[in-house]
């Protein structure tokens, strides 16, 4: 078997195990579900940023919270009334502007200066533009916004398991635009960009349009995420969308590897079961972040490339895959 062959048997056989296994669990853990493909796409927002380009970001979750706000606005019941599909597209586009604006002071930043000024913004967010009392008409104020369920083809997403497909969906959308994306022209581009800005720019590549283009499509797609929480929650508060969270999501990624499809979906799936499994086994879900931060100390020192990423080259020489047609592998680490 041949590693394109492997490659499709695994992607087919992991969509059938996220589609069955959940038909087969309570609401509750359905929600769970749901949150976690929408976590994977946020996690592909990063991935595309820091994968692609090799630039950090500590403010996804306020790219996330544009989009929410905005689906909250247009479509909750305190709002315009508007259609799921008219208030989503927008707060997509009012993500990406962000994402557009913020990348205009980080083109000639990298590494620390940027993680500054990315934390900056999500600090600047939390307590100005999120905050109550700014611009209620947006976020709500003390009253949180309460989107509520798309109806798809005449049928309305109310269950959890038609929300969880139908967020699944999206993620499996989104990590197929990022794959094509990697695999042809612009990712060719970018990682050119990420390796060396100065041979790329001898090159004759455009580095203020290619960089400008990441931040806003990893900003556009991180307000999707943001959009789809807002609606499987059902409510929408400007707490859920600090920077906390959006560190969270950057250790996440570090810990599992940028730049894998694989390593999103296992993100997703660890930042939602991991609380729940603590809090089963009677530990309290505050360690959570502690768990993750000694994970980020250990990743660092055994496999800096992440885990997930470490995992599939490790299966890759178990199973004499070899590296035919690397450039097309779904989950290989840029």
């Known amino acids: 078997m041949n590693a394109i062959n492997a490659r499709r048997i695994s992607v087919v056989a992991g969509i059938v195990l996220a589609v069955a296994i959940p038909a087969f669990m309570a609401d509750y853990y359905r929600s769970l579900a749901a949150l976690s493909a929408i976590a994977a796409i946020l996690i592909l927002s990063l991935n595309v940023l820091t994968g692609f380009v090799g630039q950090i970001s500590f403010c996804q979750y306020t790219f996330a919270g544009l989009g929410a706000m905005t689906v909250g606005a247009l479509s909750g019941a305190q709002g315009h009334h508007w259609s799921f599909w008219i208030s989503m597209p927008l707060g997509v586009l009012f993500a990406a502007l962000g994402g557009f604006l913020v990348g205009i002071p980080a083109l000639r930043l990298s590494g620390l200066f940027l993680a500054i000024l990315t934390l900056g913004v999500a600090l600047g967010a939390d307590r100005y533009l999120f905050a109550n009392g700014t611009w209620n008409s947006f976020t709500g104020g003390v009253n949180p916004r309460t989107p509520s369920r798309p109806t798809l083809f005449g049928y309305h997403l109310t269950s959890q398991y038609s929300f969880y497909l139908f967020a699944l969906a999206a993620f499996l959308l989104v990590a197929f635009l990022v ?88 993100g997703g799936i660890f930042i939602w079961w991991l609380p729940e499994l603590l809090r089963h086994t009677g530990v309290n879900a505050q360690f959570f972040q502690l768990i993750l931060g000694l994970l980020l100390v250990v990743q660092l020192v055994i496999a800096p490339q992440g885990g997930v990423v470490k995992l599939e080259h490790d299966l890759k020489r178990v199973f004499g895959l070899g590296r035919r047609g690397q450039d097309l592998e779904l989950a290989e680490v840029l």
């Open 179 to 266: 794959w094509n994306l990697r695999v042809g022209k612009t990712g060719r581009v970018l990682r050119a960009i990420r390796e060396s800005e100065v041979a790329a720019s001898t090159m004759g590549l455009n580095l203020i349009k290619w960089k400008l283009a990441a931040f806003t499509v990893s900003a556009g797609i991180a307000g999707l995420a943001g959009g789809l929480l807002a609606v499987q929650i059902g409510s929408v508060s400007p707490a859920s969308y600090d920077f906390l969270h959006s560190i969270t999501v950057a250790a996440v990624v570090v810990v599992a590897g940028v730049g894998s499809l694989a390593s999103a979906a296992v």
